[in-house]
């Protein structure tokens, strides 16, 4: 009996970023904003490469996943965060937490894998050269994508379905924008111990193991970039790298200290300031950041510019 009346909550409230409404309006507006043009900016990739030959290549293929993802990532919080800032009521349901909790983990873990198989396909194009068209073949492409892809969905289907064992008796309030696990997991009025155990050992498959790759892949990176003769290769793989490394950072940085450090000493807004940056920021950046100065890109973009009549041809 004491079970059942501990797991009868039906609904929890999202406090969001701010209860001031002038507050709640301005986030609304910029918050929309940066979507459509996170949305936009995946977009043109996918259909970019889609529509070029010349970047029918294995970073470009990963490119689109990541466009793709990031696209299912956006939407799986940040639509609903802008109906609870307009209407200034965050109610939401115990099913559709549960639901947006796997989703948004789910997609999130995926490009932390994805993100370190980018790292990977970089490392072998730059140091391996020769081998890469053998290494990173259509099939290897199918493969590394698909686990990435399969890893993101049972890892979390592991974390959530342990964190949906423990009983929920109240409070209901959840101090954060959407429903997140380690924010959730605090609500839960069973003993943690063991779940926040297995979320932190998934967290290091998801975060530290691909961080490992990434940092183990730019090194090796930079370190033949120093070996380069041209002056201007070095400065073009140097700032090719740079860019990469940022987002890279911004990404790893505030997702660890989310999932992976101790609950206590932190501000109770931490959480949800912290979450901003991989749920609103960086989905925006990456398609930014992949091809500002990406030459093969601007040569894409002229060429679609010209079949629909717009630029110089020739």
Known sequence: MGAENHTSLSEFILVGLSNHRKTQILLFVVILIIYTFTLVGNLVIIMLVRADPHLHTPMYFFLTHLSGLEICYVSSTVPQMLAHLLSGNGTISFTRCA?????????????????????????????????????????????????????????????????????????????HFFCELPVVLRLSCGDTHL?????????????????????????LILSSILQMQSAAGRSKAFSTCASHLAVVTLFYGTVISMYMRPRSGTTPDHDKKIAVFYIVVTPLLNPIIYTLRN??????????LQKLGFGKKG
């Open 99 to 175: 639901a947006q909790m796997y989703i948004a983990l789910s997609l999130g873990s995926t490009e932390g894998l994805l993100l370190g198989i980018m790292a990977y396909d970089r490392y072998l194009a730059i140091c391996h050269p020769l081998l890469y068209a053998i290494a990173m073949d259509k099939w290897r492409q199918l493969q590394l994508t698909s686990a990435s892809w399969a890893g993101g969905f049972l890892l979390s289907m592991m974390n959530v379905g342990c964190t949906l064992r423990l009983p929920f008796c109240g409070p209901n309030h959840i101090n």
């Open 195 to 219: 779940t926040e155990a297995i979320i932190f050992g998934a967290a290091i498959l998801i975060l530290v193991v691909p961080l490992s790759v990434i940092l183990t892949s730019y090194g």
């Open 295 to 304: 030459k093969d890109v601007h040569g894409a973009v002229a060429k679609v």
